[in-house]
């Protein structure tokens, strides 16, 4: 493990830091590789989808063929194992959950003058496009966090995208069938990454248009995202490479740091862990539990920790936790854990974070699957000026007023002065029209 002291990172090594996957993201090559591949799926369609299979996925799909089956359904309440199904169960209804409360009230007014009243309500979007990644492994549990808030929110068509299980015959993973098939999602689509996040994002002979799409990724699904926008599609930024932080002081355990550092590295080779900490023994004693701990992984989940808590992460030595939430904040985190004496006053100090763990009790790992507070959040530092995907995220706010005549009356000479300075003469005479003896 990397360790850096704080005080004596000059700007550049701090921004090295801060860059972690959003480098390779807006990489110049990789974005004009990318918008290739999307100008393809708008102007062929579902070929330009099954072209790409062939080429990136090694796979042949026959025309009509991207949608997945009932009977592959049927296979995968068959073969996924009842435990895992079980899982599955357990997330949807805990995020179910987290959202419901979230969005419990969906309308409110108040009376903010006498006879003029406000207020808003919420509604759904009105398509949504997911993106579930298989590339380096079998993940229900993003359906789960990034499906069960569409459902919630009551989004009448969602479309889900998964690209095929790596090796095989274009076939999409079981336990991601099974997390759909719980939530009632039946349009699912085995595509490309950046091909099927442009399918979603145009439309195809198969594949439907939506409003929104979204879904963490690599790198390329991410570009492809940021490409589609500029065609009108919205999308959530960024969900790239995982990263993780954790705020400890000397009472933390190592040997549950450890592991807690070691399971968000383990994602990809462009995943970040860091351990920020004012305790030189707590990060020494970590240093061997890491080493102890990280030789039991296998390849190549090995390698990607290796990178996560090297070049992309390590640990930071501050001052003290004051500083410790300086440079959290400046890092803005997708996940981050405090592990301290008292947690609330370190929490009280942070402003920017995707989601904020309490205790060694309360692990990464628990909050990604079953916990039920949304565990795809912004990566890049986008944590400053974003949350996580909610039921909100698939909500729109429409505003609601209404003035009887005495609010009319009283407000309308402001708004004529208003109307007169900006020269705007038929909003002035629709508010004289309204006078009284007009």
Not at 94 to 112: D, G, H, P, Q, S
Not at 124 to 131: D, K, P, R, V
Not at 300 to 315: D, F, T
Request: aromatic share 4%.
């Amino acid at each position: 493990m990397r360790v850096l002291a704080w005080s004596e990172l000059d700007a550049a090594a701090r921004e090295q830091l801060l860059g972690r996957g959003v480098t390779a993201i807006f990489d110049p090559k990789l974005r004009e590789s990318i918008e290739l591949i999307v100008e393809d799926v708008r102007e062929n369609g579902d070929a330009a989808v099954i072209a790409a299979l062939a080429k990136f996925d090694g796979c042949e799909i026959a025309e009509g063929g991207l949608q997945v089956t009932e009977a592959e359904f049927a296979a995968a309440r068959e073969s996924v194992p009842a435990a895992v199904q079980e899982a599955i169960a357990e997330g949807i209804a805990n995020v179910r959950a987290f959202n419901e409360e979230l969005t419990r009230e969906r309308e409110w007014r108040v009376e903010i003058q006498p006879g003029l009243t406000v207020g808003e309500k919420s509604t759904a979007i009105a398509s949504a496009g997911l993106f579930v990644p298989s590339g380096k492994g079998s993940f229900p549990s993003v359906l789960v966090q990034i499906g069960t808030p569409a459902v919630v929110a009551g989004v009448p068509e969602i479309a889900v995208v998964v690209p095929p299980v790596p090796g095989g015959a274009g076939e999409v993973d079981a336990a991601v069938l099974c997390a759909a098939d719980q939530l009632g999602i039946r349009q699912i689509f085995r595509a490309n990454g950046p091909a099927g996040v442009a399918a979603l994002a145009f439309g195809t002979e198969s594949i439907p248009k939506v409003r929104k799409l979204l879904g963490p990724g690599s790198p390329p699904v991410q570009a492809a995202q940021i490409a589609c926008q500029q065609y009108g599609c919205h999308t959530q930024l960024l969900l790239g490479p995982s990263e993780s932080l954790i705020l400890a002081d000397d009472s933390a355990d190592p040997r549950l740091l450890a592991a807690d550092l070691l399971n968000e590295a383990e994602h990809g080779p462009d995943s970040a862990s860091l351990l920020v900490t004012d305790s030189e023994a707590l990060v020494e004693a970590t240093q061997i539990e890491i080493a102890r701990q990280i030789a039991a992984l296998p390849e190549p989940r090995r390698a990607y920790a290796h990178a996560a808590l090297g070049e992309n992460g390590g640990a930071i030595i501050v001052a003290d936790l004051t500083e410790a939430a300086l440079v959290t904040n400046w890092y803005a985190p997708e996940h981050m854990q405090i592990v301290a004496r008292d947690e609330e006053a370190v929490l009280a100090m942070i402003d920017h974070a995707g989601e904020v763990l309490l205790g060694q009790q309360t692990p990464v790992s628990l909050a990604n699957y079953v916990i039920g507070v949304p565990a795809a959040l912004p990566t890049g530092a986008f944590a400053r000026v974003t949350g996580g995907v909610t039921a909100e995220t698939f909500l729109k706010k429409v505003s609601i007023a209404k003035a009887d005549a005495a609010a009319l009356e009283r407000l309308t000479p402001g708004a004529l002065a208003l109307a007169d300075h900006e020269g705007f003469p038929a909003h002035a005479a629709a508010l004289r029209a309204r006078r009284s003896g007009s």
